[in-house]
């Protein structure tokens, strides 16, 4: 009876783990593509040429930039060009 009981205590604290790191991973995964996605429209409405600045371009260091950090990652990457540090 206690084996039973141990299993399904098992199982609920497996199932439970899991369920927080898929949910953690899918808002992870959803901020990498909206990193992408504003990446994009920024180099696509051409934005940083409206401060006087050259686009961002798709280089291999943008797109990690982005997928890794997201909005955020978006936000350094155009700091750092209007500052004038290339990546």
């Known amino acids: ?10 199982v609920v604290v497996i199932i439970a ?6 949910k953690k991973i899918m808002i992870l995964v959803v901020n ?5 996605i504003l990446l994009f429209l920024l180099n696509f409405f051409h934005v940083m040429q409206w401060m006087g600045k050259p686009d ?3 280089s291999l260091a943008n797109i990690i930039l982005c997928a890794v950090g ?3 990652g978006v936000c350094i ?3 750092l060009n209007i500052l004038g540090i290339t990546i």
């Not at 009876?1 to 098992?10: G, K, N």
């Open 56 to 58: 961002l371009g798709y």
């Open 32 to 36: 990498a593509v909206l990193g992408i």
């Open 17 to 22: 783990i899991v369920y927080v790191l898929v």
């Open 1 to 10: 009876m206690i084996d039973v009981l141990a299993a399904i205590i098992l």
């Open 77 to 79: 990457i155009v700091l």
């Open 70 to 72: 997201g909005l955020p």
